[in-house]
């Protein structure tokens, strides 16, 4: 396999939609607080998709991580 098929697949990971079982885990937030967080626009916005479906995209929740991770590095 070559490189490029390597991060051309890791890219695709990273932008597929997750659920709310697989965001919780992620994210390590409860539903509510994500909501919150959300709504102060400091979470990625859920994507719908149905009536009553809702999804992230994984890279948008990684990037928050990284965002949260860095600013906790920064204030120390």
């Known amino acids: 396999m070559s490189p490029h098929n390597t991060t051309q697949e890791t890219k695709i990971e990273k932008d597929r939609f997750i659920r709310e079982p697989e965001c919780a885990h992620t994210s390590t937030l409860s539903r509510q607080?994500?909501?919150?967080?959300?709504?102060?626009?400091?979470?990625?916005?859920?994507?719908?998709?149905?009536?009553?479906?809702?999804?992230?995209?994984?890279?948008?929740?990684?990037?928050?991580?990284?965002?949260?991770?860095?600013d906790r590095n920064s204030e120390v």
């Open 33 to 70: 607080r994500r909501w919150l967080l959300e709504k102060e626009g400091k979470f990625p916005k859920r994507i719908h998709i149905g009536d009553r479906t809702v999804v992230w995209r994984l890279s948008e929740v990684m990037a928050w991580i990284d965002e949260v991770s860095a």
